[in-house]
């Protein structure tokens, strides 16, 4: 259970900050990178379900948004040689194997793409296309982390997994692909 008595701890005053097992990181650190790129991303979510509390799949969201608290927690506590199994909190394949069975489940019901979609159409299906994209960046700072340190790689799938389920939830908030905004190419040079 987290317990937090005081907000403000002042220890973070000269640029570094405080990681999972205690250690000290500057602020920029790739590690605080990448778990703060899951926090914007988990706000995203959060947006979405204030702003759109009809939004396909709500019940889900909220499971998501639970699970990236579990990737931040993962990300926050470096995977140490020969950690014992549940020592820490990892990410496990049952989280993004509940994404790719609704990933399956929701696309089922689409039609095929044949063009690019334009973030937009209904506001659900906008904030579901932001999120998507905080959700790649997040999984590119993962991967740059990875470059340089050792990271459960069940971490980096499920993020993953998780861009391509906001993809198709936004599909589904656009009256299931039919309100999607289509790139037209060129459309515009004249």
């Known amino acids: 259970m987290v317990f937090l008595s005081r907000i403000y701890t002042k220890s973070g005053d000269g640029g570094?900050?405080?990681?999972g097992d205690g250690s000290r990181v500057p602020k920029d650190a790739a590690r605080v990178a990448a778990y703060g790129d899951v926090d914007e991303l988990n706000s995203a979510l959060g947006l979405l379900t204030a702003h759109c509390p009809n939004c396909p799949e709500f019940a889900l969201v909220r499971v998501?948004?639970?699970?990236?608290?579990?990737v931040?927690?993962?990300?926050?506590?470096?995977?140490a040689d020969g950690e014992e199994p549940g020592k820490a909190l990892r990410v496990v394949p049952a989280?993004?194997?509940?994404l790719e069975a609704a990933i399956d489940r929701l696309n089922e019901a689409l039609q095929p793409l044949r063009s690019f979609v334009l973030p937009g159409g209904t506001p659900a299906a906008a904030w579901l296309h932001l999120a998507?994209?905080?959700c790649r960046r997040a999984e590119r700072s993962v991967v740059a982390l990875m470059r340089t340190e050792k990271v459960n790689p069940h971490a980096l799938i499920y993020l993953n997994r998780l861009s391509d389920f906001l993809f198709v939830l936004a599909r589904v908030a656009n009256a299931g692909g039919a309100g999607d905004v289509l790139w037209v190419p060129g459309a515009s040079r004249g």
């Open 16 to 19: 570094e900050t405080g990681l």
């Open 64 to 70: 998501i948004q639970n699970d990236l608290f579990d």
């Open 72 to 79: 931040g927690a993962d990300l926050c506590v470096p995977q």
């Open 95 to 98: 989280q993004y194997e509940r």
């Open 132 to 134: 998507r994209t905080v």
